[in-house]
């Protein structure tokens, strides 16, 4: 390289490349046990989501269903049923690039749990969850593959980028996979602590400190 070259900006993966990568690392965190879970990724107006059935951790570039914004299917396999969940989020948000839907054990039992307010199923229980996720809204069951569920989602008044649905588990948007794998993982930590307090009163950070890290980081929290 001459002294007047520049060098050239990171390549940044691919769709499907990144999808492959995130499922297999899911996989390996032990946070998608069979067939449970799905990711896409947003680039332009389509959506590269994982098919139905598909096991994460065995997930090929070529074996990708490619969606619409409106949800018209157009390329790959038959999509995972769940694909209304990621088009809601991507709706509510147009920097959302990522989406990943997980049924984690500890962030599925907390979403068996009543909710800690109208806005978010977990308190600011410790500063990396405000920081990294933002408050959580826990949205009432429906079958999996509904879209009243999915429409509950993209309707709610308030700003987030996570909610767990209730009885089933975890939903993470992010501005790159690696911000909504980094929230997924984040809130199964946090529910994971929830647990482990058992019937102990946990006394969460104090809404000035919430609102100091909220304010800092950019996460949504107006609990």
Request: net charge negative; with cysteine; hydrophobic share 40%.
């Amino acid at each position: 390289m001459t002294n007047d070259e520049s060098p050239s900006p990171r390549t940044q993966p691919s769709a499907p490349a990144a999808i492959v990568q995130a499922g297999h690392h899911l996989s390996s965190l032990g946070l998608s046990r069979g067939t449970a879970g799905n990711v896409s990724m947003r680039e332009g107006d389509l959506i590269t989501i994982s098919p139905t059935g598909a096991v994460l951790g065995n997930l090929a570039p070529q074996e990708l269903a490619v969606l619409t914004m409106d949800g018209a299917h157009v390329a790959g396999p038959r999509p995972s049923k769940e694909y209304p969940l990621h088009l809601a989020l991507y709706r509510r948000d147009p920097e959302a690039r990522a989406v990943v839907h997980l049924h984690s054990r500890h962030a599925a039992a907390v979403s068996c749990l009543p909710p800690w307010s109208a806005s978010s199923a977990l308190p600011p229980i410790t500063p990396y969850f405000v920081m990294r996720v933002g408050q959580t809204p826990l949205i009432p069951y429906a079958p999996p593959g509904d879209p009243v569920q999915a429409e509950g989602i993209e309707n709610l008044g308030f700003a987030f980028r996570a909610v767990l649905l209730q009885n089933h588990g975890p939903v993470t948007a992010g501005t790159s996979m690696a911000a909504a794998i980094d929230a997924a993982t984040e809130l199964e930590e946090a529910c994971a602590i929830i647990l482990a307090l058992g019937d102990q009163d946990p006394v969460p950070l104090s809404a000035q400190a919430t609102a100091d890290l909220s304010r800092r980081y950019g996460s949504p929290w107006s609990s």
